[in-house]
């Protein structure tokens, strides 16, 4: 059936969408599929051949080119042509929304300031043993490269401006993150800080948001924030609370005031170091 093959393509450049990084070039099927364009073109001159165009002289003396084929003299012709006419368009559309799905992607990643040999090498880490390098072909490669040196060339102009952050404003100024692969030392707005794995570390989100994005840190979901966040309030209201029934009861025990806040930060505390791990150190 024709353009079979080319819809393996379709649901391929589906498929890569919703994939964190490229699966290796169908490059058999993309041949199969220009194959298959080339036949359906070699198919349509031969239909073609025996009404081979003419030239007639005009009044004008100019050379006038006009085909002999005639589709109501030959409907079962002029069907074939058609049929093959739209198989080579639906074929020539399919490779087009492949490609561009790919360089799409690739596109994403250079924006997104993410490391595409990186993410290419550990893509076809699993693909060792079949002597496969890479997962772009030739021509992607050559994309790519040349992509990133527009890119790197742009934001250049705007040495201030981050064009590769996120244009959504942070909700915290501070964040929690932990390392997952280790980024050796970084240098802060407060000071130099040592990434190494499995460690975590509360840091201000903007100086680290590129390493979010690389793949270095993970952002902490903000389930645990908003626990803490009801944990505090709890224990602000009881120790309020109970501020205010000892200084009814007796106006001169107000020295066990700071007695309750200290009960009360050593509480906030322990539910921090159960909810968020480890100790972990702090950079403010």
Same mark, same amino acid.
Request: charged share 30%; aromatic share 8%.
């Given at each position: 059936m024709y353009a079979e093959t080319a819809n393996k393509l379709v649901l391929d450049a589906k498929r890569i969408q919703n994939l964190q990084h490229l699966p290796p070039y169908a490059a058999t099927t993309v041949r199969a599929v220009t194959k298959e364009v080339r036949d359906l073109d070699r198919e349509v001159n031969s239909l073609l051949a025996p009404y081979q165009s003419q030239s007639t002289q005009g009044s004008d003396g100019t050379q006038i080119k006009s085909s002999g084929f005639n589709p109501a003299e030959d409907p079962a012709t002029a069907c074939a042509l058609l049929v093959n006419h739209l198989a080579m368009r639906r074929n020539k559309r399919c490779l087009l929304a492949y490609h561009r799905t790919r360089t799409d992607k690739l596109e994403e990643m250079c924006w997104s300031g993410a490391d595409v040999a990186e993410i290419q090498s550990a893509a076809t880490s699993t693909r060792a043993q079949s002597g496969d390098s890479s997962n772009l072909s030739a021509d992607e490669e050559a994309y790519i490269n040349s992509y990133s040196n %527009?890119? #790197? #060339?742009?934001?250049?102009?705007?040495?201030? &401006?981050? %064009?590769?952050?996120?244009?959504?404003?942070? @909700? $915290? &100024?501070?964040? $929690?993150? @932990?390392?997952? @692969? $280790? #980024?050796?030392?970084i240098q802060t707005e407060y000071g130099s800080i040592t990434l190494t794995k499995n460690s975590q570390f509360y840091v201000r989100q903007a100086d680290v948001e590129r390493l979010i994005q690389q793949g270095y840190l993970q952002k902490l979901g903000c389930v645990s924030a908003l626990i803490l966040f009801v944990v505090d309030k709890a224990i602000l209201a009881r120790v309020n609370r109970s501020k205010t029934h000892v200084a009814r009861q007796n106006p001169l025990a107000v020295p066990a005031f700071f007695v309750l806040d200290l009960v009360g930060f050593a509480v906030l505390l322990i539910c921090r170091t159960v909810l968020c791990g480890k100790a972990r150190p702090v950079c403010v």
């Open positions: %527009l890119l #790197a #060339a742009y934001k250049g102009q705007w040495t201030d &401006i981050d %064009l590769t952050g996120s244009l959504e404003p942070p @909700r $915290d &100024i501070f964040i $929690d993150v @932990r390392v997952l @692969r $280790d #980024a050796g030392e």
